[in-house]
RNA sequence: GGUCGCGUAGCCGAGCGGUUAGGCACAGCUCUGCAAAAGCUGCUACAGCGGUUCGAGUCCGCUCGCGACCUCCA
């Protein structure tokens, strides 16, 4: 088995993967902040990692994956008037906040239920970890790394960069740092604009709010996952994963934070997907084009066409590396249902096929040396970097040799028994263990209308056969109407799709 | 303004110095009573200009265009 190379943003380059402890991995990935139903672009990360965790566990390691919930909220802009993002949407839909927060942590799980991901191992919750929270910066303060100041507490950057490569993983410079950061209200409290917040003191109006030995306040946006990964993870750990808006400051700040805290920088790997774009530009709440899960899978939304299936969302997702930026369309939404629609058809008649003269020396075979190098291949994509875009492509190229062997347009035995064998074990194995793809169909009991359609497809061959057919087309066009399509087959017999 | 990244055929997208990626669309052919599906064939591109190399989407430089982060953000 290849080893696993995976693209290590803090170093910017692909490296071997090594963990910790061996067998095992531990695996951090940003979770939701529930203050808003999840969008498209959330989707991507939570897939991502749902194929970095499964794709692991092939391997044969055992994952824990912790995936967080943020449900404290933050304040909305660092220094300005502290809002706390949730309150005021609370106070908006006239809902107490873990109201609000508990109907959007649904949905959310309904969404990645959806998908198909596979739950986390552990998945935190940030007003669950206050005490967690409060300890790590007590810490900090005793160590003079954090100060505080009016009931609020600052992470000292300025200080921690004398000692520390502040920007390793974001590429910042310090002195640009320094330069750029915005000129905002409130910052007097802060001893350098680059200081972020471990703990804010909450205004009175502040619906969230905690004891603390700075007063009645919140965490600071950074602080919930050093102190969780750290609980469940360890204070060193392998994989920390997140969307690539959140290297800076988030996972920038978590590094800094942890590693005065701990002693050692949190995570030896650190991935980021890229964003989903839409008509090139970032989806995301502040561009107001975001369109949300639901609207998605209803097609509920002045931009789609059509709603579209939560497998074609995954497979769509799948067919780029999880590094690129990946444009949003009907288009392509269109193109990729139609495509997985093709894979699992061909998915599902490969498990009908058998090739009945194993003794046959077909190893010359064109078709035989291809699926033996397709197949050969699809290891050694998944561990470069988690190459899901490749591996779906050598599945696609096999998909024409399946259907020719099902129509008989190549010879029964033109694939050796140990390949047919290996294939269907490659397709259950990759495309619905490894990539969490699933079919299109309803999971409904169809089996009276199988028998239905059945007895429709015996009175249509005969007429066939008597060339009626006015009465053959008839039954085939009345069923299209209402959205059930006949296919004659090869050998006489006839399947029908659903719409 | 600073930092980083991207620009591949009609559309979406792999590709990390030397072979047809793949999907969708389109055209032709085969099969079929007709459909549909399927198979086969075709369309063969790497923003532009230089450079390195026997050989460059692939490395280097410059130019143009686009984006991300620097503010909550997946």
Redesign the pocket.
Same mark, same amino acid.
């Given at each position: 088995m290849p080893v696993l190379h995976l693209?290590n943003s803090l170093h910017?380059k692909?490296e071997a993967f090594e963990p910790i402890t061996p067998g095992h991995v531990g695996l951090y990935?940003?979770?939701?902040?529930v203050?808003?139903e999840?969008?498209?672009?959330?989707?991507?990360?939570?897939i991502t990692f749902d194929v970095v965790n499964r794709y692991l566990q092939h391997l044969g390691y055992r994952v824990r994956y912790v995936r967080n919930i943020?449900d404290a909220g933050?304040?909305?802009?660092?220094g300005?008037e502290a809002e706390d993002?949730v309150a005021e949407k609370a106070k908006l839909e006239q809902l107490e906040p873990m109201e609000l927060v508990h109907k959007y942590t649904s949905l959310f799980h309904k969404g990645m239920h959806l998908f198909n991901t596979l739950e986390p191992s552990i998945e935190p919750t940030a007003t669950g970890h206050i005490i967690e929270q409060i300890t790590m910066i007590e810490g900090l303060i005793a160590k003079g790394y954090a100060y505080e100041v009016n009931g609020s507490v600052y992470f000292d950057v300025k200080k921690y960069a004398e000692g520390h490569n502040y920007?390793e993983l974001?590429?910042?410079?310090m002195?640009?740092?320094l330069? %750029?950061?915005?000129e905002?209200e409130g910052q007097d409290e802060k001893r350098n *604009?680059?200081d972020?917040?471990l703990w804010k003191a909450a205004p009175p109006q502040h619906i969230m709010r905690w004891k603390s030995p700075w007063g009645e306040g919140f965490p600071g946006?950074?602080i919930e996952c050093s102190a969780m990964s750290a609980k469940y993870l360890g204070t060193q750990f392998d994989i920390h994963?997140?969307?690539?808006?959140?290297?800076?400051?988030?996972h920038e700040s978590e590094i800094a934070q942890s590693t005065i805290a701990h002693g050692c920088a949190p995570a030896r790997y650190w991935m980021?997907?890229?964003?989903?774009?839409?008509n090139?530009?970032?989806?995301?709440?502040?561009?107001n084009n975001?369109i949300k899960l639901s609207e998605l899978f209803s097609g509920n939304h002045p931009m789609l066409e059509q709603a579209y299936h939560p497998m074609v969302v995954r497979f769509?997702i799948l067919?780029?590396?999880?590094?690129? %930026?990946?444009?949003?369309?009907n288009?392509?939404l269109?193109?990729?249902? *139609?495509?997985?629609?093709?894979?699992w058809?061909?998915k599902e008649e490969l498990q009908k096929l058998t090739n009945e003269s194993p003794v046959t020396d077909n190893s010359t075979s064109d078709a035989e040396q291809?699926v033996v190098?397709l197949l050969g291949e699809l290891e050694g994509?998944m561990a470069?970097?988690f190459?899901t875009?490749?591996v779906?492509?050598?599945?696609?190229?096999m998909?024409?040799?399946?259907?020719?062997l099902?129509?008989g347009?190549?010879p029964k035995d033109a694939i050796s028994a140990a390949s047919l064998a290996q294939m269907k074990e490659s397709f259950t194995r990759y495309l619905e263990d490894i990539l969490g793809l699933q079919g299109m169909q309803q999971n409904t009991d169809s089996s009276k209308l199988d028998k239905v359609i059945a007895i429709l497809g015996d009175i249509?061959r005969d007429?066939?056969k008597r060339?009626d057919?006015?009465t053959?087309?008839a039954i085939?066009d009345k069923l299209a109407q209402d959205g059930i399509?006949?296919?004659?087959?090869?050998d006489g017999s006839?399947s029908y799709?659903l719409q």
């Open positions: 693209y910017r692909k990935v940003c979770g939701p902040t203050s808003g999840s969008h498209l672009g959330h989707a991507r990360p939570y943020t933050h304040f909305e802009e660092e300005r993002k920007g974001s590429g910042r410079v002195e640009d740092l330069e %750029t950061t915005r905002l *604009k680059v972020f917040a946006w950074h994963g997140g969307g690539m808006d959140l290297q800076f400051p988030h980021h997907n890229n964003m989903i774009t839409i090139g530009k970032k989806m995301g709440k502040s561009y975001v769509y067919q780029t590396h999880y590094r690129s %930026t990946l444009d949003f369309s288009e392509a269109q193109a990729s249902e *139609k495509a997985l629609k093709r894979l058809e061909a291809k190098k994509f470069d970097d190459n875009a490749q779906l492509a050598n599945f696609f190229e998909v024409p040799v399946i259907n020719a099902k129509n347009q190549l249509r007429a066939r060339k057919f006015a053959s087309d085939r399509l006949l296919k004659d087959e090869k006839v799709t």
